[in-house]
T-cell receptor, first 115, second 112 residues
Framework: DTGVSQNPRHKITKRGQNVTFRCDPI?????LYWYRQTLGQGPEFLTY????????KSRLLSDRFSAERPKGSFSTLEIQRTEQGDSAMYLC?????????????FGPGTRLTVT | GENVEQHPSTLSVQEGDSAVIKCTYS??????FPWYKQELGKRPQLIID?????GEKKDQRIAVTLNKTAKHFSLHITETQPEDSAVYFC???????????FGTGTQLKVEL
């Protein structure tokens, strides 16, 4: 499968626990995005990477959230001290990132449930 | 920042009829407008997109039109089929990283 992959697909955790999600983008894509989607809403931007550099973070990304892309390939999103309001689908997308190339392709998402 | 409004929120059509979903955007610098289809529990799937240098793009039964002056773009689905039933999102990129701002979605139901 050469598309964007995410793991795990589902995560149930208790409030206060830490969780980490992984995203593997399409191999030649150098730009990677994280979005969050709640029921009945469109995806909302969280952060993005150009290669290994994190270039923008949304105000939605509180200090409990951290994302990395250490080698410019896969990325991880960690949420510390989870809260019930963090329950959502976390989507990763990637794009070639070259000038004039805008198409973003999404992974299947990680559905987080905080109990 | 960019604001994208999408209408209607729900749309029910009979199989074989056409469906039209409309979006407006606020950032006049926006130059790329994708449409995504999302089935229940699945990833958003890019189905068609348009750049600002054209007014219309068609791919089989789906088409997108763009009016830059009015800052709105629309998705047209002809000869609808039950498998077209899904939530459709429009989006517009903003900022140097082209992050997408999504509309609120349209739940399309194609009835037999």
């Amino acid at each position: 499968d050469t598309g964007v992959s995410q793991n795990p697909r589902h995560k149930i955790t208790k409030r206060g626990q830490n969780v980490t999600f992984r995203c593997d983008p399409i191999s030649e894509h150098n730009r990677l995005y994280w979005y969050r989607q709640t029921l009945g809403q469109g995806p909302e931007f969280l952060t993005y990477f150009q290669n290994e550099a994190q270039l923008e973070k949304s105000r939605l990304l509180s200090d409990r959230f951290s994302a990395e892309r250490p080698k410019g390939s896969f990325s991880t999103l960690e949420i510390q001290r989870t809260e019930q309001g963090d329950s959502a689908m976390y989507l990763c997308a990637s794009t070639l990132g070259a000038s004039g190339n805008y198409e973003q392709y999404f992974g299947p998402g990680t559905r987080l449930t905080v109990t | 920042g960019e604001n994208v409004e999408q209408h209607p929120s729900t749309l029910s059509v009979q199989e074989g009829d056409s469906a039209v979903i409309k979006c407006t955007y606020s950032d006049s610098a926006s130059n790329y407008f994708p449409w995504y289809k999302q089935e229940l529990g699945k990833r958003p799937q890019l189905i068609i997109d348009i750049r600002s240098n054209v007014g219309e793009k068609k791919d089989q039964r789906i088409a997108v039109t763009l009016n830059k002056t009015a800052k709105h773009f629309s998705l047209h689905i002809t000869e609808t089929q039950p498998e077209d039933s899904a939530v459709y999102f429009c989006a517009s990129p903003t900022g140097g990283g082209n992050k997408l701002t999504f509309g609120t979605g349209t739940q399309l139901k194609v009835e037999l």
